[in-house]
């Protein structure tokens, strides 16, 4: 890359609607990581508001969607239609689909307002990093030079979303602006947990349980992921896990911590305090992978969560974990896992050993295990009622919430396969390519006996 990016460039990367597609956008939105930009990843199979929604809220400069579906035409101009209605035009669109957009669409797309829409004559004369280069180029500028800051916190109140987000951006960079912020009537939950831990998902369905539970309340995500060191580039991709965000009282934004050794962004706290501004009723920080030792968002949070997985090692490294001395509950997440129930005794052990709670009973430790990615799973029902606990008691509010009591300790029996059986497929066909080789065997052996029987008649008719 010969030039250098005068300011943080977000874009927005997604395969269209009815496009499962995906492998295209993949290569691309890694080449744009590589030159510096930070992507907001949606995966295949997105719709026009769900991608302008994003953009919107991400406060990105560009959107880049590849579409090899037949309805280009329709699908990039609603989305420029979309734009222009919520007041962001200055998003700019790009594209692609191959041979499967014509040149004579191309130029009509072009003429209708989208940024560019790329060929596979683009391809032969750019190549594929030049096109990625011509994205980023395009999408550098500054997206709060226009910023409105008369009666900002009224707008504020309004949950005006693309206020919200450009609000985070000026915190982002640097600027300082006053708000009128409520901080002790708005709890903040952190989440945080190893990589791959599956926070995202477990945040997923709290939203989506807070949404559904408190229908007249607005809640807020901030989720963190890491910059790369080498590019200054970053991966954000939380929201591929967020399916209950797209709700007119829910807000996400991902921020890049712009640093590769921490788990947090330094702008997280005026993040939130935009968050407060706005008058959501919940915040949710969720916060990059971390390691052992890392407790940094217990400075942000008034209650927080500890995301982990049985597979932790020995049980000898749950003494060095951090969050288990100060989290308000903890959740085993995959607890459909192979050797979950022992993990789940492991870590209520050592929680009793931190906590000095030797003589206290294993069902009230606030330790749940959970399968995020399994529909009304038990373990995130009761998860969520003892975070809503927590919140309450912690930060006395009273969210006049119906009480709902669900099963205790029943995520690995309301499975649809449990652990022992995650293989039944492979021994049903396993057990049928048994048969079907002795089924062979046998069928060789009664050919050969047909032969010599037919043989042996042969001889005997010549005698």
């Not at 004559?121 to 709060?144: A, P, W």
């Not at 030792?293 to 049980?315: Q, R």
Request: with cysteine; aromatic share 6%; proline share 2%.
């Amino acid at each position: 890359m010969n030039f250098t990016l005068k300011n943080k460039v977000r874009i927005v990367t997604a395969a269209s609607l009815f496009d499962g597609h995906d492998a295209a956008i993949n290569i691309m939105r890694r080449i744009m990581q590589a030159k510096g930009a930070e992507v907001i990843h949606l995966g295949h199979n997105r719709s026009a508001a769900d991608i302008v929604d994003c953009a919107i809220q991400e406060d990105a400069q560009g959107i880049a969607i590849t579409s090899y579906q037949g309805g280009h035409v329709e699908f990039f101009k609603y989305i420029f239609d979309l734009l222009k209605e919520k007041n962001c035009s200055h998003i700019k669109i790009f594209g692609g689909g191959g041979g499967t957009i014509l040149p004579t669409e191309i130029e009509e797309l072009h003429q209708y307002g989208i940024c560019r829409i790329y060929s596979p004559d683009d391809g032969r004369k750019m190549g594929l990093e030049g096109m990625i280069e011509d994205v980023v180029k395009q999408c550098d500028f500054s997206t709060i030079d226009n910023l409105q800051l008369a009666n900002i916190n009224e707008t504020l109140q309004k949950k005006d979303e693309k206020t919200i987000a450009q609000l985070i951006t000026a915190a982002e960079n640097g600027k300082s602006i006053n708000l009128q912020i409520n901080k002790s009537t708005i709890p903040v939950l952190g989440i945080t947990g190893t990589g791959g831990a599956g926070k995202s998902s477990v945040t997923d369905e709290i939203v989506r349980r807070f949404l559904n539970r408190f229908s007249d309340k607005t809640i807020a995500v901030i989720s963190v992921d890491p910059s790369k060191k080498k590019t200054g580039g970053a991966l954000l991709g939380d929201r591929i896990r967020m399916n209950s965000i797209h709700n007119p009282r829910a807000y996400m934004r991902s921020l890049a911590t712009r640093d590769s050794e921490v788990a947090l962004s330094a702008h997280v706290q005026e993040a939130i305090d935009v968050c407060k501004a706005a008058a959501f009723d919940f915040v949710i920080l969720e916060s990059a992978g971390v390691g052992q030792s890392d407790a940094s968002i217990l400075e942000y949070v008034n209650v927080s969560l500890y995301v982990m997985t049985p597979e932790y090692g020995a049980a000898s490294q749950l003494e060095k974990i951090n969050m288990l001395d100060y989290a308000d509950v903890i959740a085993i997440n995959k607890f459909d896992k192979a050797g979950a129930l022992d993990s789940l005794h492991d870590v209520k052990k050592q929680y009793k050993r931190n906590h000095n709670l030797f003589t206290a009973k294993d069902e009230d430790l606030p330790i749940v295990g959970t399968i995020a990615s399994q529909f009304n799973d038990t373990g995130v029902n009761q998860l969520f009622e003892l975070l809503v606990d927590a919140v309450e008691k912690k930060c006395s509010v009273d969210w006049g919430r119906t009480d709902t009591h669900h099963e205790k300790n029943t995520a690995t029996k309301s499975q649809i396969i449990p652990p022992a059986r995650v293989r039944y497929l492979a021994e049903i066909a396993e057990t049928i390519e048994r048969y079907d080789d002795w089924a062979k065997e046998q069928t060789d052996i009664a050919t050969k006996m047909y032969q010599l029987n037919g043989a042996i008649n042969i001889m005997n008719s010549k005698h």
